[in-house]
């Protein structure tokens, strides 16, 4: 990280969320030739101390060895504010001043633009136990996070400095699913603002719902009418991601091992079930098997699951026409229990996180058909659970 960028790199998301130019320039947070930066979230422990980075060669796939950015607790994930100025993570046991010895924490992280350094600005509650998941809205205002253990959303607000403010809204779902462990509450697992940035959509696997907010402009949720969508009972949906034509939206659903594709209406918040498919091997049963993480291509036509116990990123095809999706087989993830993984901008390069080995591993993705191939290259990071791509809009 001590050269920085001469030239210009264009960054394109697609979807109308993003269009930008990042120019060259002192400060800019990203490195020289086609290098850019990669932040993990891990769970900390006897292999990892906290949120790491390494630089991916566009052009190569190459990938230098990581690095600790900052020392933290369990910052299992991660997520920037627009601009590339903060970074936000979840601290999944602890911390938070004000909350029960069991409630964890947000934290506010600084990025030094040469080094990639995260500094700790401040830390509020998460104001629930274990928060798994966080993203920050589209005009950088608002931090949002679930709390797993105890099934709660909370809005926190960002302050001009990048310091979290105390929060502005809370919701604590209630109820419970039909299967008994698993779903003896409710378990907000993640959270996702829509392409307008006027809806929060939050999954719910202990209560098999899809919870759609409205995120008003003093940080407050009001539920939508209906305020939520639901998916097969015992499916347990995990983590959500919309197409990039903002009419399409998936759920991949942790113990069903299935994706459900939705129709999404921008207008009125709503969700319509297309179609829900296995991400196994077509007639395979494996009851040990639980989904993590669901990613749609910047080309929107393809879609990525993992599965772990079968240890596996399931792909698939999407019909631009309908939004519905056909299996493209699947591949090894490289390692045990793959979490979180991501596509860099460009569109080229998956890199899937494997917690149980300690390692993230490369695929290169074929632009026709959509299909992984493992590159052989790989990066150890104790516990991997978050991989995130460093792309500052301006």
């Known amino acids: 990280m001590q050269n920085r960028i001469a030239g210009l790199f264009s960054l394109v998301t697609f979807g109308g969320l993003l269009l930008a130019s990042v120019e060259a320039a002192a400060g800019t ?10 932040y993990v979230g891990t769970y900390t422990g006897r292999n990892s101390q906290g949120i790491y980075q390494f630089d991916l060669d566009l052009a190569s796939g190459k990938m230098s060895k990581p690095e600790l950015a900052a020392e933290a607790v369990n910052p299992s994930f991660v997520a ?19 909350g029960g010895k069991k409630d964890g924490a947000i ?37 949002l996070t679930t709390n797993y253990n105890s099934g709660s959303v909370a809005v926190l607000p960002i302050n001009d400095d990048g310091t979290l403010g105390t929060s502005t809204a809370f919701d604590q779902h209630e109820g419970s699913g039909p299967v008994k462990g698993r779903q003896e509450g409710p378990h907000a697992h993640s959270v996702n603002m829509d392409p307008t940035n006027r809806f929060a959509i939050v ?25 939520t969508a639901p998916v097969a009972p015992g499916s347990g949906p ?16 942790e113990m069903g091992s299935t994706v459900t594709a939705f129709k999404w209406d921008g207008d009125k918040g709503t969700l319509s079930e297309i179609q829900t498919i296995s991400t196994l091997p077509d007639g395979m049963s494996m009851p040990n098997n639980t989904t993590a993480e669901v990613q749609v291509h910047p080309s929107g036509k ?89 792309s500052p809009a301006k």
């Open 29 to 38: 947070p990203l490195v020289t030739g086609s290098n850019m930066r990669v």
């Open 80 to 98: 920037f504010a627009p601009g590339g100025k903060f970074l936000y993570s979840v601290s999944e046991s602890g911390g938070g001043s004000g």
């Open 107 to 143: 934290n506010a992280f600084t990025i030094d633009p040469a080094t990639g350094k995260l500094t700790l600005l401040n830390q509020q509650p998460s104001r629930g136990e274990g928060p798994c998941h966080v993203t920050v809205d589209h005009t950088g205002k608002f931090v």
């Open 203 to 227: 999954c719910d696997l202990g209560l098999d719902k899809v919870f759609v907010y409205r995120l008003n402009s003093d940080g407050t949720l009001t539920p939508n009418d209906p305020p």
């Open 238 to 253: 995990r983590h959500f991601a919309f197409h990039p034509n903002g009419k399409f939206a998936y759920v991949i659903n």
């Open 302 to 390: 393809f879609l990525y699951g993992s599965n772990r116990g079968h240890d596996s990123i399931a792909m698939f095809a999407i019909d631009q026409d309908s939004g519905r999706l056909t299996s493209l087989g699947e591949v090894p993830s490289g390692g045990k229990t793959p979490r979180n993984f991501a596509i860099d901008p460009s569109g080229t390069w998956l890199l899937a996180a494997n917690q149980n080995t300690n390692n993230i591993c490369e695929f290169r993705i074929d632009p026709v058909s959509g299909k992984l191939e493992p590159t052989g290259e790989s990066v150890e990071v104790g516990h991997p659970v978050c991989v995130k791509f460093y």
